[in-house]
C-alpha cells in the first residue's frame, strides 16, 4: 500500500492521509492493484512493461511540461 501524507509536520495518528494505491499478491506476484477510488488494474504480464511505459511517460514529463519544482 501507498499513502500520500496530507496533513501534519511530525507523523501522528490524527493526520490525514490518501490511499495512492494497493496491491495484492498471489503465488503469480502482483496482479492486482487498486489506485485510490478511482480505478483497478489487472495485469496478467510481467509488471517490468507497465514500469518502463510509465518511466518513459515521467521522461516526457519531464522534458516537455513546465512543473513547479
Do not use: P
Amino acid at each position: 500500500m501507498c499513502l500520500r501524507w496530507r496533513t501534519g509536520k511530525q507523523w501522528s495518528e490524527s493526520d490525514e492521509v490518501d490511499i495512492m494505491f494497493s496491491g495484492v499478491a498471489y503465488w503469480d506476484g502482483v496482479r492486482h492493484i487498486w489506485f485510490g477510488e478511482e480505478g483497478y488494474w489487472y495485469s496478467l504480464d510481467d509488471m517490468s512493461d507497465q514500469i518502463e511505459a510509465f518511466e518513459y511517460i515521467k521522461s516526457l514529463t519531464i522534458l516537455y511540461c513546465n512543473l513547479d519544482k
